[in-house]
């Protein structure tokens, strides 16, 4: 079985080297595809762009996802992801150093699943990264396939990803 992806979509090359290293020093086995901003994001996950050559990609077990990115904000990612029937049901986590009044009431109302500030000390970072980790890829149970978004869950386990 493959490992599973994390989408990790963030405009800040700093931050994006940070959450590389920190998923890995957690030591738990995950392929991290990295995004600058929302419409790379995007693309990737509905095949369009860039992501249209190739064929079939690997469907990601977990989006982090930044809130300040270029083209379009983490929020409207976050919303066209959640009105698409084949990405609705992927688990996104809001992973950001922004801490906005309303943000992270705004993020739950739009179908985030998590909201997390990146923190500053690394150790911590990598911790995160780990508890992230053995929830959303190992313990989490994966939504029933349904409808169009079948073609997106369609032959996942808990821990794999076949594709979009």
């Given at each position: 079985?493959?490992?599973?992806?994390?989408?990790?979509?963030?405009?800040n090359?700093?931050?994006?080297?940070?959450?590389?290293?920190?998923?890995?020093?957690?030591?738990?086995?995950?392929?991290l595809?990295?995004?600058?901003?929302?419409?790379?994001?995007?693309?990737?996950?509905?095949?369009?762009?860039?992501?249209?050559?190739?064929?079939?990609?690997?469907?990601?077990?977990?989006?982090?996802?930044?809130?300040?990115?270029?083209?379009?904000?983490?929020?409207?990612?976050?919303?066209?992801?959640?009105?698409?029937?084949?990405?609705?049901?992927?688990?996104?986590?809001?992973?950001?150093?922004?801490?906005?009044?309303?943000?992270?009431?705004?993020?739950?109302?739009?179908?985030?699943?998590?909201?997390?500030?990146?923190?500053?000390?690394?150790?911590?970072?990598?911790?995160?990264?780990?508890?992230?980790?053995?929830?959303?890829?190992?313990?989490?149970?994966?939504?029933?396939?349904?409808?169009?978004?079948?073609?997106?869950?369609?032959?996942?386990g808990?821990?794999?990803?076949?594709?979009?």
């Open positions: 079985m493959k490992e599973p992806i994390i989408l990790v979509v963030d405009d090359p700093g931050d994006a080297m940070l959450t590389e290293r920190a998923f890995r020093k957690s030591g738990v086995p995950c392929t595809v990295m995004v600058a901003d929302g419409q790379e994001a995007l693309d990737y996950l509905w095949g369009t762009g860039r992501y249209a050559e190739g064929g079939r990609r690997a469907a990601p077990a977990l989006i982090l996802l930044d809130i300040n990115l270029p083209r379009l904000s983490g929020y409207e990612v976050l919303c066209r992801v959640r009105a698409d029937p084949r990405t609705r049901r992927l688990p996104i986590v809001m992973l950001t150093s922004s801490r906005e009044d309303g943000e992270v009431g705004r993020c739950y109302d739009a179908g985030t699943n998590g909201y997390i500030q990146k923190p500053i000390d690394m150790q911590r970072f990598i911790e995160i990264a780990r508890e992230l980790s053995v929830y959303w890829l190992t313990m989490n149970e994966a939504p029933p396939a349904t409808g169009e978004a079948g073609s997106a869950r369609q032959g996942r808990k821990n794999g990803s076949e594709g979009l």
